[in-house]
């Protein structure tokens, strides 16, 4: 990491002043493109805030909620593992020296010249989760190390139910292992996933209580079975329940009850939204105001505005949390009336709406606004539809912890030349 690249200040700061230093300079510059600033302090506060609440449980970035090459550097200097999903994926973590045992290939569905750069480059655990998987393993990476990812029998309220398209059921369990050990497969683990942004603490006990009962057949089928991969789904807003610390209290008892320290299992999990959706705020334009009259056009009955930036830029994640998406003027408006409010990206597409029925004061052309928790499946999903400009992106530390990083990075390099030498 280039210290150029950051703006290291002497105190922490608000990402709200942030955003609006960026505002200022970016206007002084005489430039109005949308812009996004991110807290490294955020990302490295709520890395050690896991490792202190469950501290069992081995971290593997998500790379697929947020792959900023200074946020995914950053996690990288702190020891973190990670969850890759593809060929690039890949060779993004390997790219920054990240050893292979630090990374899992997550993804029940490979593409077969993945599965060959995967072991080209030595990272032998990926997860699968039926027969037609298990052929194309067998026959490109016969020695990579499974994962034998299953969907729980009860669900939960979560904004995403990836068991809908990803794990097998119980029944096909026994099936599925003992595939495996007709191949000469190695099974090593389970793993589950309770669905992106879970809504409950207790997806994570029913699950691992279940991971239990696949454990068990799958040492009865003659595998050595030490890997538990309690996946992602956790939240990443202050506002949000339930909190991590919520989670912790439940994922600690549960593999205190089903998997104690005792035996000896291993336990990764998966997060990627909790690290940096509120790491990240957005400043982002006016660049046009419609007014919605009453009938009989005495007085205003709704606002339209445009910014620019929008679902196909910045906000994708905008049209699946309508109640959560929190914006505010950059300008104090506080004694402004408000009123209630749609707002537009900018591109040409009618679908391009942030939010309906908000209640927002009255705004200009020109002024600018702040879109919080904005670092969730943003910059990953960000498309260049209409030719829409990308954010203008600034990165905040405070120099206490950007010391702390830049340490770390040292020592890495150190231990790295002390293994190759």
């Not at 007014?291 to 709704?302: A, H």
């Not at 339209?304 to 109640?323: E, I, Q, T, V």
């Not at 890495?412 to 002390?418: F, I, P, Q, V």
Request: net charge negative.
């Amino acid at each position: 990491m280039e210290d150029n690249n950051v703006l290291v200040v002497d105190v922490r700061r608000s990402r709200t002043e942030y955003v609006n230093w960026q505002v200022k300079y970016q206007t002084e510059l005489g430039l109005d493109d949308p812009l996004v600033v991110v807290d490294i302090d955020e990302v490295v506060e709520r890395y050690k805030n896991w490792h202190q609440l469950l501290p069992r449980v081995e971290l593997f970035y998500a790379l697929k909620c947020n792959n900023d090459e200074k946020i995914v550097s950053v996690l990288a200097s702190l020891g973190s593992s990670f969850d890759c999903a593809s060929k690039t994926e890949l060779q993004q973590i390997l790219d920054l020296g990240v050893d292979p045992s630090r990374i899992i290939y997550a993804n029940t569905c490979k593409q077969m010249s993945h599965i060959t750069y995967a072991k080209d480059h030595d990272v032998d655990l990926m997860t699968f989760d039926n027969e037609e998987e298990l052929v194309k393993i067998k026959m490109l990476y016969g020695s990579a190390r499974l994962l034998l990812r299953f969907r729980s029998k009860q669900t939960f309220k979560a904004m995403y139910q990836l068991g809908k398209k990803f794990g097998c059921v119980f029944e096909e369990v026994k099936d599925l292992f003992l595939s495996a050990k007709n191949k000469g497969l190695d099974i090593v683990g389970v793993s589950f996933h309770v669905g992106s942004n879970c809504m409950s603490a207790d997806a994570f006990s029913a699950s691992i209580k279940e991971a239990r009962m696949i454990f068990d057949i799958g040492i009865e089928a003659g595998f050595s079975m030490g890997i538990l991969d309690i996946g992602g789904g956790y939240r990443g807003r202050d506002a949000d329940l339930p909190t991590l610390e919520q989670n912790a209290e439940v994922i600690n008892k549960s593999l205190d009850e089903y998997f104690p320290e005792t035996d000896g299992v291993k336990v990764i999990a998966e997060p990627g939204r909790y690290l940096v959706e509120a790491a990240v705020s957005s400043g982002v334009n006016i660049i046009g105001r419609k007014d919605i009259y009453s009938e009989d056009k005495t007085d205003i009955d709704r606002i339209m505005y445009n910014l620019n930036d929008g679902l196909y830029g910045s906000f994708n994640w905008a049209s699946d949390m309508k109640d959560g998406f929190v914006m505010s003027p950059v300008l104090n408006k506080a004694k402004t009336d408000k009123y209630n409010s749609t707002v537009w990206g900018p591109t040409c597409c009618s679908t391009d709406c942030l939010a309906t029925d908000i209640m927002l004061p009255l705004m200009e052309v020109g002024d600018w606004v702040n879109i919080s928790d904005a670092g969730a499946y943003s910059f990953s999903l960000s498309t260049s539809f209409n030719s829409m400009p990308r954010p203008n992106v600034y990165y905040f530390c405070s120099r206490d912890t950007w010391t702390s990083v830049q340490h770390q990075i040292r020592e890495a390099e150190k231990a790295a030349t002390w293994c190759h030498s």
